[in-house]
C-alpha cells in the first residue's frame, strides 16, 4: 500500500485552484451579476440652449466707458502724487499713486476707488435737445488703498483705462455689470420702425467719429426718456446724413461728343447719363435728375446700420455699447428703442 505525502498533495490542490480560477468570473458574468456589476448609465446630455448668455460687453466697455452726466460732485478726493513721479507724468496699472485723503475723511486700507477725468460741459449739433447735455467724464481707471495715512494715502492702480494724470478726481467704486447679451441673429436691415423714442449718437468714446463692434457711444436719451440700462436700440441713418454720393457730380446730359470715335461710331452715349425724360426725342433730350426722383418717391425703408445696449443712465443721456452693425457707424446716425 502507496503512502501519501501531505505535502505532494497540497501543492496538487493549488495547481487545481488556480486553473480553475480564470474560468470563474465569465460565468458569473453568464448568470446575470449583481447590479453594481453592471455598466454604469450613460451621462446626461447637456442642453446648450440652457447656458447662460454671455454678457454684452467686457470690463473694459463697462469700467471704461464714460459718461455724462448732469452736475459733477464736488470735495471729492483727487490723486496729488505718485511714487515715480519724479521720472514720469503718466501714470496705469501697477503704479502707486498719493491721495489727498486719509483716516479724517474714513480711507481704510482696502477701499477702491474709481478715476474719474470732468472734461467740461458737452453740447452736439445731432440732438433735438436744446442746451448742455451734461459733462463729459472720463473714467480713467480704479484704485486700491494700501496705506492709509492721516491726510494722505497711497493706492495702488489695479485698472488703466488711460494714462492717469495728477488732478484726476476719485469716487467710490461703482457696483457695475454688463447686461445679458442676446442670441446671435441676423441684423434685420430693413426693419419697420417701433415708433417708440428715438435720438441720436452724439459722442463716442476716444473721439471717434467712425465705429465698429464693442466701441463706447453715447446717445441723446437719459432717464427722462425713460431709458434704462439693458434696453437696446436700433442704429439708422437719417437720409442725407453721411451721403458720399452727391447728385451734383452725376452726368446730366444723355449724350455728348466725345462718347464716340470718328471712326467706328460706337453711338456717343455715356454709360453713366440717366434716361431721357422724352424718349420720343433727340439723344441729346433732358435727362432726368437724382433729385427729382427722390422728392417724388414714395417712402423707403431706412437704412439700418446696427445697434446698440444702454450699459449706463444718466439724466439728458445714455451710455451704451455697439453690439452689432451691418456697416460703419457714424456720429450722428440716429437710434430707435427696440
Excluded: W
Excluded at 485552484?17 to 470563474?24: M, N, Q, V
Excluded at 480711507?107 to 447735455?133: A, C, D, M, W
Amino acid at each position: 500500500m502507496r503512502s501519501s505525502n501531505p505535502l505532494t498533495f497540497c501543492k496538487v490542490l493549488a495547481f487545481v485552484l488556480l486553473f480553475c480560477a480564470p474560468g470563474a468570473a465569465p460565468a458569473s458574468a453568464q448568470t446575470g451579476g449583481s447590479p453594481a456589476q453592471q455598466q454604469p448609465p450613460p451621462p446626461a446630455a447637456v442642453n446648450r440652449n440652457e447656458r447662460r448668455p454671455a454678457p454684452a460687453a467686457r470690463k473694459s466697455e463697462v469700467a471704461c466707458g464714460g459718461f455724462i452726466e448732469q452736475q459733477s460732485p464736488v470735495g471729492q478726493p483727487q490723486i496729488v502724487g505718485a511714487e515715480q513721479e519724479h521720472a514720469r507724468r503718466l501714470f496705469g496699472q501697477g503704479d502707486l499713486l498719493f491721495i489727498d485723503a486719509g483716516a479724517q475723511q474714513g480711507v481704510r486700507v482696502g477701499q477702491e476707488f474709481e478715476v474719474t477725468r470732468p472734461r467740461g460741459q458737452f453740447r452736439s449739433k445731432f440732438s433735438r435737445k436744446g442746451g448742455s447735455l451734461g459733462i463729459y467724464t472720463q473714467e480713467i481707471g480704479q484704485l486700491r488703498v494700501v496705506r492709509a495715512g492721516d491726510r494722505v494715502s497711497v493706492a495702488e492702480v489695479t485698472l488703466s483705462c488711460s494714462d492717469l494724470l495728477l488732478g484726476d478726481i476719485l469716487r467710490p467704486l461703482p457696483q457695475s455689470a454688463a447686461p445679458a447679451g442676446r442670441a446671435e441673429v441676423s441684423l434685420d436691415r430693413f426693419a419697420e420702425p417701433t415708433g417708440k423714442q428715438t435720438g441720436h449718437i452724439v459722442l463716442a468714446r476716444d473721439g471717434r467719429e467712425a465705429l465698429s463692434r464693442d466701441q463706447v457711444v453715447f446717445i441723446d436719451l437719459g432717464a427722462e426718456d425713460n431709458i434704462k440700462a439693458g434696453d437696446y436700440l436700433t442704429v439708422f441713418r437719417p437720409e442725407g446724413h453721411g451721403t458720399l454720393v452727391k447728385s451734383p457730380g452725376e452726368i446730366t446730359a444723355n449724350a455728348r461728343h466725345g462718347y464716340e470715335s470718328n471712326e467706328f461710331r460706337g453711338g456717343g452715349f455715356s454709360n453713366q447719363a440717366q434716361r431721357v425724360k422724352n424718349v420720343n426725342g433727340s439723344k441729346y433730350g433732358e435727362t432726368v435728375k437724382t433729385p427729382s426722383i427722390k422728392h417724388r418717391r414714395p417712402p423707403v425703408p431706412r437704412l439700418t446700420v446696427g445697434e446698440v445696449v444702454v450699459l449706463h443712465v444718466e439724466g439728458r443721456t445714455a451710455t451704451a455699447v455697439v453690439t452689432r452693425v451691418a456697416q460703419e457707424i457714424h456720429t450722428g446716425d440716429a437710434v430707435e428703442l427696440q
